[in-house]
């Protein structure tokens, strides 16, 4: 005997379910017979099932997607109490095969959108910036609620730690600069003027830029790691429970400790840059190091390094606010950090090419 069978009775497709339906799989053609025109009932008797499983639940699920589809009863009889109910559920929430496709708003719709995005963008980018300054002079009043410890490990990860790093990128800065003027300067024969060229651009703006750069991916996104992180095991949120103003506290020390540090970092850019640049004079344009070193202290100005220095302090608000900003604003998943990281690094090293043109026209205005 079969374990299905099956017959037309007029308009009705009787099918009988006999014995065990263990990876069971049923002929094609009852499903052909369920879609002839003249079957207009489908009856299923499974008075005789002994032991079953799901292969015999998607037979029965799919002759009542046909009956479905066609507009027709299906009926079953003394099916088992399990499988009766697992049939129930399966056809309890109709399968949702509509795709909803938004509206597309128009032109002026998205151009408003985006404006406002624009705009809300910006007012809360202002209102974080001014809540860090408040903070800042809030530490200076002697009111500020941060720990000492939290302040000494930001310096050492942006000071000492910095050192390795960015000594070696300016030197090499320093060294490529040397070489790029070189080039030219050799065809008029004034290759000792290398140390100027070097020693003038180190320090007035190659310098700051060089360690900003280094800074913007090295601390810049830690501090925007760190407190997405933070924000996403909800320790923010809990700091806010507890009555602790979260800008002194997290933002207030990574931002003070790196605005301390850029400086000196700046100041260490500027002599590793002019080593770089006289490793190239002395070694591979065979100027005497006296002469090297007596162009490089002529060409040495107080304003240009002033100026640098100003730069790398500028640059080190920047940094700060950006990797702070995009960390305390993640989203609360592990994408979240890696977009405000990545966020973090852009937004620092593109403000930090504005306040450069700033600075500069106004500097050059001022005749600095």
Not at 84 to 108: C, Q, W, Y
Not at 159 to 181: E, N, Q, T, W, Y
Not at 237 to 266: E, Y
Not at 318 to 337: H, K, M, Q, T
């Amino acid at each position: 005997m079969q374990n299905l069978m099956f017959n037309i009775n007029q308009d009705i497709l009787e099918i009988a379910l006999n014995g065990d339906f263990l990876h069971f799989s049923a002929n094609p053609d009852v499903y052909e017979a369920a879609n002839e025109k003249r079957v207009k009932n489908i009856v299923v008797d499974g008075q005789n099932i002994k032991k079953w499983d799901s292969s015999l639940l998607l037979i029965l699920f799919e002759l009542s997607r046909i009956a479905q589809k066609r507009r027709i009863s299906l009926k079953t009889k003394s099916l088992p109490d399990g499988l009766n109910r697992m049939l129930n559920l399966a056809l309890a929430v109709k399968p949702h095969t509509d795709v909803i496709r938004p509206e597309k708003s128009g032109f002026l719709e998205r151009l408003g959108g985006n404006g406002w995005e624009i705009y809300q963008t910006i007012i809360k980018g202002l209102s974080f910036v001014s809540e860090s300054f408040g903070s800042l002079l809030r530490f200076f009043k002697g009111g500020a609620v941060m720990r000492k410890v939290d302040f000494l490990f930001a310096l050492e990860d942006c000071g000492p730690k910095a050192v390795g790093i960015v000594s070696l990128i300016s030197f090499m800065v320093g060294l490529i600069l040397a070489f790029v003027g070189a080039i030219q300067l050799k065809t008029f024969g004034a290759q000792i003027y290398v140390a100027s060229l070097v020693t003038i651009g180190m320090t007035r703006i190659m310098g700051a830029i060089m360690v900003g750069v280094i800074m913007a991916g090295r601390t810049g996104a830690s501090f925007a790691a760190t407190l997405g992180t933070m924000q996403v095991n909800e320790e923010i949120d809990a700091l806010k429970t507890m009555g602790i103003p979260t800008t002194d506290f997290l933002i207030l020390p990574r931002l003070s400790a790196l605005v301390l540090a850029m400086p000196f970092l700046t100041i260490l850019a500027d002599f590793a840059g002019i080593l770089g640049g006289g490793f190239v004079g002395i070694v591979l344009l065979d100027i005497p190091a006296g002469e090297y070193w007596k162009y490089a202290w002529d060409a040495w100005s107080m304003t240009n390094f002033w100026v640098g220095v100003f730069h790398g302090f500028v640059f080190g608000f920047i940094i700060a606010l950006c990797g702070c900003y995009y960390g305390v604003n993640s989203g609360r998943n592990a994408d979240g950090v890696g977009v405000a990281t990545t966020k973090a690094v852009v937004s620092s090293i593109v403000w930090m090419i504005v306040a450069t043109g700033i600075i500069t026209v106004i500097f050059e205005r001022l005749g600095l």
